[in-house]
C-alpha cells in the first residue's frame, strides 16, 4: 500500500515538474505585456478564486483554519516565491531564474533536520552531491552577469519556498485532515492582498491585453497557479520534504530546455552537464523513495 502511495506522489511530482519547468518561458513571455506586479496578482488572486468555486462545488469545507499557519504560507509561498521569481524574470533569463529559484531543495534539506527531523543518509548523500553539483555547473558562480540583481530576487524566491515547505509539513502532521484544496486556496487568497496592493501603488503601463498575455495567464492560473500546487502539496504529504524538493528539480531542467528551445537562451557545454547530473539525482532520489518504503511494507507484513 505505502509503495502505491509513493509512485503516486513521484508521479503528481513529474507532472507538476512539466508544468513549472515550461512555466518558466511563459511567465517571461507574459512580463512583456504587464509588470511582474500585475501578473503576479492576476495569477494569484484569480487563482485563489477558483479554488474557492473548487471548493463551493465540491462541498470542501470552506472555513479558514489555522490562521497564523495559512497567513505564513501566504506570505511564503505567493509573496515570497510566486511574486519574487517573477519579478526576477524582468531582469533575467528564464532559464537562469529557474535554476536559482530551484536552490529550494538545498535550503529544504537544511532545515528539514533540525525541524523536522527528517536526515539524510546513505546514497542519499551521492544523490544531493550530485544535484549540487549540477547546480553549481549551470549557476557558474564564478562569472556572475549584469543580472545580479535578477539572481539574488530568484535565489529570495527559493529561500522563500523552501521555509514554506516546512511549514506545510508541521501542518499536516499537527492537523492530516485539513482538506488539501482549502490548504492551497486560502495561502494564495491572503498571500496575493499584499501583492494587489503593492500592484496599485507602483506607477505602471496599463497591461496589453494580447492573446499572448490572455493565454499566458491562463496557463498560470489554472495549470501552474492552482493545479500545480494542489500537486506539490499532495506529493509534500506522502514524502519526506527533502525528497520531494528534490525531486521536483526536474523543473529547472525543463525550465532551461524550453527557454534554449523558444527564446533562444542556448545553454552551453557546462550548463548541459548540470542539468544531466540533475536529472540522475531525481532518478536516484525516486529509486531510493521507492526501495526505503518496499523495505518498510515488507517490515510490516512480518510483524
Not at 505564513?72 to 528564464?94: H, N
Request: glycine share 6%; with cysteine; hydrophobic share 60%.
Amino acid at each position: 500500500m505505502q509503495k502505491n502511495i509513493t509512485i503516486k506522489a513521484l508521479v503528481a511530482l513529474f507532472i507538476l515538474t512539466l508544468i513549472w519547468g515550461y512555466n518558466w518561458v511563459v511567465m517571461k513571455l507574459a512580463v512583456q505585456y504587464a509588470s511582474p506586479f500585475q501578473f503576479a496578482a492576476i495569477r494569484t488572486f484569480v487563482g485563489s478564486l477558483i479554488l474557492f468555486l473548487v471548493i463551493f462545488f465540491t462541498k470542501r469545507p470552506m472555513a479558514l483554519k489555522e490562521f497564523p499557519t495559512m497567513l505564513a504560507l501566504g506570505l511564503l509561498q505567493t509573496c515570497g516565491f510566486t511574486g519574487l521569481l517573477i519579478w526576477a524574470l524582468v531582469e533575467g533569463g528564464a532559464g537562469k531564474t529557474a535554476v536559482l529559484t530551484y536552490t529550494m531543495p538545498f535550503w529544504v534539506l537544511l532545515f528539514a533536520w533540525p525541524m523536522l527531523g527528517e536526515r539524510v543518509q546513505g546514497s542519499q548523500w551521492l544523490a544531493v552531491a550530485f544535484a549540487l553539483l549540477g547546480m553549481v555547473l549551470i549557476f557558474d558562480p564564478l562569472h556572475i552577469k549584469a543580472d545580479g540583481f535578477s539572481m539574488f530576487l530568484a535565489l529570495c524566491s527559493g529561500i522563500s519556498w523552501a521555509i514554506s515547505a516546512i511549514i506545510s509539513k508541521k501542518l499536516h502532521k499537527r492537523a492530516p485532515h485539513l482538506d488539501l484544496i482549502n490548504l492551497t486556496a486560502w495561502p494564495m487568497l491572503l498571500g496575493s492582498i499584499p501583492i494587489i496592493i503593492v500592484a496599485l501603488i507602483l506607477p505602471a503601463t496599463p497591461i496589453q491585453w494580447t492573446s499572448t498575455f490572455i493565454a499566458a495567464a491562463l496557463f498560470n492560473v489554472i495549470l501552474s497557479g492552482v493545479v500545480a500546487w494542489v500537486l506539490w502539496l499532495y506529493a509534500l504529504q506522502r514524502l519526506q520534504a527533502g525528497i520531494a524538493s528534490m525531486a521536483s528539480m526536474l523543473a529547472p531542467v525543463i525550465g532551461v530546455l524550453a527557454a534554449w528551445l523558444q527564446l533562444n537562451e542556448v545553454p552551453d557545454t557546462q550548463e548541459f552537464i548540470g542539468m544531466v547530473l540533475i536529472a540522475l539525482a531525481l532518478v536516484m532520489i525516486s529509486i531510493i523513495s521507492i526501495k526505503r518504503h518496499t523495505q518498510i511494507d515488507a517490515a510490516m507484513g512480518q510483524d
